[in-house]
């Protein structure tokens, strides 16, 4: 394990640090410097501003952030700081990346099956990435056309310090996960963290990737930790992945998603966000359907409760025909927990013959609690199919009357309810090893043990 | 049956609200122990909400008149207390609750009804007979509750959940109707069930149909009107209904009130 490295604030001097820190070649220690530059000239969004309303900025003082610097350890066994007990409920991983940062130690490692390797799979840690994968990092740098003017995901390109990449040849099928984490020691306090993760994944081939955010969380600490995190899942033809993302940091936790996933012809993704931690959850999640026979689901669940604030903000883009997105997003919140959920179609032009679903349910069960739902269309196509549809609104009182009638008290009933809510979305997860950790998470925020 | 003489329900002068609107007008009805009571009457007379009335529903508020259950006064117990008592209803529309299984809810409620954990071997067991009685298909456990499954289906499982929660009062708000013949035979046969010597367990079914009581055999009928009971009699007083329908029985019970002296005219 390696001495931290805390910069003041998040400076150019940080991007420099870091760049020189992890022995980054001169291209890589260029394009940061290039997004930095970028980053300087775009404005931060404001709390005013129409989709940024419901994420609370203001919670963040960036010259107070430090960017910490992760060191690459390699070949260590599993390690014993990660909590959770995830590794108890997934057997058999197909790769493991394993970020660390605590307030005087970080360090990310990495472990890959012998099946995977055997498949000619590449799991590489960020801190190595630009040595070893440096053609990913290159190919996923400007991928997205938001890259350019983003606030955050300049920030993210200049910075990113932890993750991992996953590259994936074609014809490969592997049926264990991939499992990203990132953990965050109870002693971690102040910093910024970037953790990028990059899933590339060849012709026709099929794989699992779990991607966990989570922290010891530290009950006098009231200082903010940013996570800002850039996750980019490529499809190539043909190919099939699903993933499933669990953010679960404690409530000291400022938390950026972004999360791109690009289809190519006949790919397929099927995306799991389960949102239960941190104070402010903020994700973005864009789809882009760019070859005909595309097609996706995207599911969400998230629990809040007091304090917490989430705000959920996806993309399905219908750039080529005959491509279909689902979008699924379930949210519940208890006491003054706030939501908001912007779901966005866009189907071009030439995307004749999509299929595009987006349902959103937002469960009010404190009385005080605020979810927003707001639907954004932009269909140029004319040949078409496009549904959504949104629910706001407190437990059924006929169905607490139906559990009450049967002798299960409120609390009980209420709970059975939530749990039920988030059911008929989870029931979909095909990562069967993350099920029951999944149940368990959800169940103990449920509960109000988390 | 012989009468037997322990209480399980005594209904005094019970008069309901429902958004404001009175409802229920004045119910009087007592269950003994072992004994099985059909309440039958046109469609909007208030059955219903006597069931619900009777398990507490928030939304039905009770303005005059007590319940009783075992001698004491519940009338404004919370809807689980009453069911953990005892009480329990068979809903004529049972809500679907999307995303709870009937095995994970089925589990909750005996749990709580008996307020210890079952073992899950023995509850398996309990379970696994009483759904070979009705037969109800072991898939139905892990679907969602009352989701997606057709009216008798739903009617079937909802006495499968009585038969495990063994209450010492059933209501039975149109168990019947929904049924096709051979599932009617089944059910009844499960309601019957219901009423063992340790149960004790007295029935109120609410029915349209002299069917369903061809076999579940009642000791008394009585007929609903206006949110009251306007007649009461024995098992021959539903095989009249059946042939001649309410008109005449609203007929008599007026003529009955006018030789009373009682003013019934405003009644439709
Ligand atoms: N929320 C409400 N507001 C106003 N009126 C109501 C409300 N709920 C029920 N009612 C009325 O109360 C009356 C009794 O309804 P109830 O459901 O108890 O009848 P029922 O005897 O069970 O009829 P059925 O045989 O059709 O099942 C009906 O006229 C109904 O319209
Ligand atoms: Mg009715």
Redesign the pocket.
Known sequence: MSKSLILNSITKEGVDILATQQGEPAWSKELRTRAWETYLKKPFPKESDPGWKKTKLSLLDFSRLSAKSFEAQKDKSADPLLTDNLLDHIAKLGGLVFSYQSQDSSFCQVKLSQEASAKGVKLVTIPQASQETPEILKRFETSEPESENDKFILMSRALFNCGGVLSVPDNVEIEDPFVFVTNLAADCVDGALFPRIIVSVGKNSRIKVVNLFTSAGSKESSQIVFSNALTQIQAEDGAYVSYVEVQNYADNVFSLNRQFNNLKRDARIYSLSVGLGGKQLRSDITTEMAHTGASASIMGVALASSGQSVHYNTIQEHVAPHTTSNIDFRIALKNHAVSCYHGNIKISKDAQQSDAVQSSKNLLLGEDAKAEAVPNLEILANDVKCSHGATVGPVDREQIFYLNSRGLDKTTAEELIITGFFNTVLATNPIAGVDAFIQELVAKKVQDQI | MAAKTKEILRVEDLHVE????S?LKGVNLTINAGEVHALM????????????ALMGHP?YTVTEGKIFFHGTDITEMTVDERARLGLSLAF?YPVAIPGVSVSNFLRAAVKAKRGKDVPVKEFRAELKKVMGELGVPNEFLSRYINDGFSGGEKKRLEIMQLSMLKPSLAVL??TDSGLDIDALKTVSEGINRLITPESECGILL?T?YQRILNYVKPEFVHI?ED?KIIKTGGSDLSLKLEEQGYEWVSGSVQSEAQNAGLDLASKS
């Open positions: 429902v958004d404001g609107k409802i009457g046109r469609n909007g007379s208030g059955k219903s909400t006597l069931s619900y939304k004529q708000d149109e609410i349209h609903f949110g």
